[in-house]
């Protein structure tokens, strides 16, 4: 299995885990990466895996957490674009990072 394929495997999982907690989620496979709905129709929190290809990655690159724990890394996405209630400028008073 090549890096991509590996990638695109650990996106596929933290979707289901995302779709689990009732978030809408797509799959972009051409970035690779997870464009996560807000509250604010039209605006996306881009989900990726790292350069490393060890952790997901999203809000300009400080929000990571280990792709190994894909069950946490869905936890931690959910809360982020629950408490940005759909800004995404790292304003929201409840970040949870």
């Given at each position: 299995m090549n890096a991509?394929?590996?990638?695109?495997?650990?996106?596929?999982?933290?979707?289901?885990?995302?779709?689990?907690?009732?978030?809408?989620?797509?799959?972009?496979?051409?970035?690779?990466?997870?464009?996560?709905?807000t509250a604010n129709p039209g605006l996306f929190v881009w989900v990726f895996v790292g350069a490393s290809g060890r952790t997901f990655t999203w809000r300009r690159d400080d929000s990571k957490h280990p792709v190994d724990d894909v069950a946490g890394a869905a936890g931690k996405v959910a809360r982020f674009v629950t408490a940005q209630a759909g800004q995404l400028n790292g304003s929201a008073n409840d970040?949870?990072?």
């Open positions: 991509r394929d590996v990638e695109l495997r650990l996106l596929a999982d933290l979707r289901a885990s995302l779709l689990g907690l009732g978030l809408a989620v797509r799959l972009d496979e051409a970035m690779p990466g997870l464009l996560v709905a970040h949870f990072d």
